[in-house]
């Protein structure tokens, strides 16, 4: 049965802090203030105004989100900014047309606490060959995890407090948009084409990431903001990412590549080459998850499943989870 979100999102803690009231600034965007970040809010739409509630009970109110014109875009303080239209899934009040009755994703395995919240505002949770559309939000509870096959068939998986909104999935399309809001991920590169050699977006609240090849693990709304590292997949191609903002772009050109981008307002850094250890120490209940059907997703070896090695690297045998 579908549980529709709260009226207002969820109640205010006992001496909480009242409602702060926002607008949009002269740039056209929010700015939120601090304690608000969009990996831990709750978004609920209360009339024609947004409410973000922070884990600790702060709330805030952005005036006439929903009224006429477009959805203006929200800034947190921690240097993170979502679209307006992805804030309004985020609160289960889609335009209307955003979903689509086309299965642009499915489930393959889960583990935990895992919902998806639909375009229409309902809220149910999910099993393994849960089928996905177009507006969807995808949510993981802290001991939550998931794993998922996209249209063309880019394969992620998703670890605990996470949450995406599937933005674009066309079958026979050249491009996968996934807008990954907070949470780890990795993500393994789908068929694509030769006309489209970035088969696969992410957008994230501080840059855009384009993987053109391999594996990639992805960490949204850590300490260091955002964090790409490039993997090795099963078939040996090293994860090929741009990842970019307007304060600049940078490339990964080899396998296990640390990036880091702060904010959407500071350019992606390099921080060299982290060791398999710490890969697996970030990133283990994602690559736990990860699809293994088509045969290019590298898990591993996580605890508890067999693998081998080649060349240093831990590499998966192919079982399925659960065998």
Do not use: W
């Amino acid at each position: 049965m579908s549980t529709p979100t709260p009226p207002g999102g969820p109640t205010p803690a006992p001496g909480a802090p009242s409602a702060v009231s926002v607008d949009a600034g002269a740039d056209g965007a929010v700015a939120l203030p601090a304690g608000i970040a969009f990996a831990t809010a709750a978004f609920a739409r209360v009339g024609d105004d947004l409410v973000l509630t922070g884990p600790g009970g702060e709330r805030v109110v952005v005036d006439r989100f929903f009224g006429p014109g477009p959805r203006p875009d929200l800034e947190a303080a921690d240097g993170g900014r979502i679209p307006g239209d992805i804030a309004a899934r985020l609160a289960g009040a889609a335009d209307t047309g955003t979903g689509t009755t086309a299965v642009v994703a499915r489930i393959t395995a889960t583990d935990g606490t895992v919902t998806v919240l639909r375009a229409d505002g309902s809220r149910e949770p999910v099993t393994d060959e849960t089928d996905l559309y177009r507006g969807d939000v995808l949510e993981t509870g802290p001991d939550g995890s998931v794993g998922v096959v996209l249209a063309d068939e880019t394969s992620f998986a998703m670890g605990g407090s996470g949450r995406a909104v599937l933005d674009e999935a066309i079958a026979g399309g050249d491009t996968v948009s996934l807008f990954a809001v907070g949470g780890q991920f990795s993500v393994v590169e789908g068929t694509g084409t030769i006309a489209q050699p970035v088969a696969t977006v992410i957008e994230t609240p501080v840059a855009s990431i384009g993987l053109a090849s391999g594996q990639i693990g992805i960490n949204v709304g850590s300490d260091e903001g955002l964090t790409v590292v490039a993997m090795e997949s099963a078939d040996g191609n090293v994860g090929v990412a741009a990842v970019g903002n307007p304060a600049g772009a940078f490339t990964t050109g080899a396998a296990f590549q640390k990036i880091v981008i702060g904010g959407f307002d500071q350019p992606p850094v390099s921080f060299g080459i982290v060791d398999e250890d710490t890969l697996v120490d970030l990133f283990g209940p994602t690559l736990a998850r990860l699809p293994l059907a088509h045969g290019r997703a590298n898990d591993y070896g996580p605890a508890g499943r067999p693998g081998f090695r080649r060349g240093g690297l831990r590499y998966r045998c192919r079982t399925r989870h659960g065998d």
